[in-house]
Every structure is written in structure tokens, then in C-alpha cells.
């Protein structure tokens, strides 16, 4: 059984960042696709060897990284806007293992 916990969210001004955490528990962190979503839509993915892709949305200004011997990812997130809040799930997919599910983080951007 694999479980997620999402930490790091708050409130913060528009163009201010944020860092949000996803440990896991488990023995196929390091084999699995591990993303973070935006309520359903998706944000960042970074697979098991290390490739990454973004959301058009976020490009250039969001980071996800991770960390195998911690089992943890993470998720930078810089030049913050308003449209960025919301809940922010952190998710692991590893057929045939199938997904896992965090229960979010809140992201607050003010203007």
C-alpha cells in the first residue's frame, strides 16, 4: 500500500513562491511516475529516470524535482499568480500497481 502526503502549501502575493513536498510511503517510489495536478488538470510529471514535462501553464516557472532515497518529490513553484490557487494533488502511477492519490495541498495566490 503506498501512501502520499502533500505539505508546503499556504498563502502567499502574487510573484512569491512556494515549495510543496510529497513523501511517500512504499518500495516502488523510485519506479514509479510520480505528478502533481491542479484539482484534475495536470501540472508536472517527472518520470523514473528523470524526465520531466509541464503544463503549458506553468512552463518555465514551476520545477518538479525528486528525490529517490527520500521518497520524495517536489514541486517549486516561482513568479506565483492569482490563477495558480487552488488544491494541488500530488500523484504516483506505476502499472500494474496502478495510482496513488494525496490529500492536496492548498495553494493561495493573492494579488
Known amino acids: 500500500q503506498v501512501q502520499l502526503v502533500e505539505s508546503g502549501g499556504g498563502l502567499v502575493q502574487a510573484g512569491g513562491s512556494l515549495r510543496l513536498s510529497c513523501a511517500a510511503s512504499?518500495?516502488?517510489?523510485?519506479?514509479?511516475?510520480m505528478a502533481w495536478y491542479k484539482q484534475r488538470e495536470l501540472v508536472a510529471r517527472i518520470r523514473s529516470g528523470g524526465?520531466?514535462n509541464y503544463a503549458d501553464s506553468v512552463q518555465g516557472r514551476f520545477t518538479t524535482s525528486r528525490d529517490n532515497a527520500k521518497t520524495t518529490v517536489y514541486l517549486q513553484m516561482n513568479s506565483l499568480k492569482p490563477e495558480d490557487t487552488a488544491v494541488y494533488f500530488c500523484?504516483?502511477?506505476?502499472?500494474?500497481?496502478?495510482?496513488?492519490w494525496g490529500q492536496g495541498t492548498q495553494v493561495t495566490v493573492s494579488s
Open positions: 512504499g518500495s516502488i517510489f523510485s519506479v514509479s511516475t
Open positions: 524526465n520531466t
Open positions: 500523484n504516483l502511477y506505476h502499472p500494474p500497481y496502478g495510482q496513488y
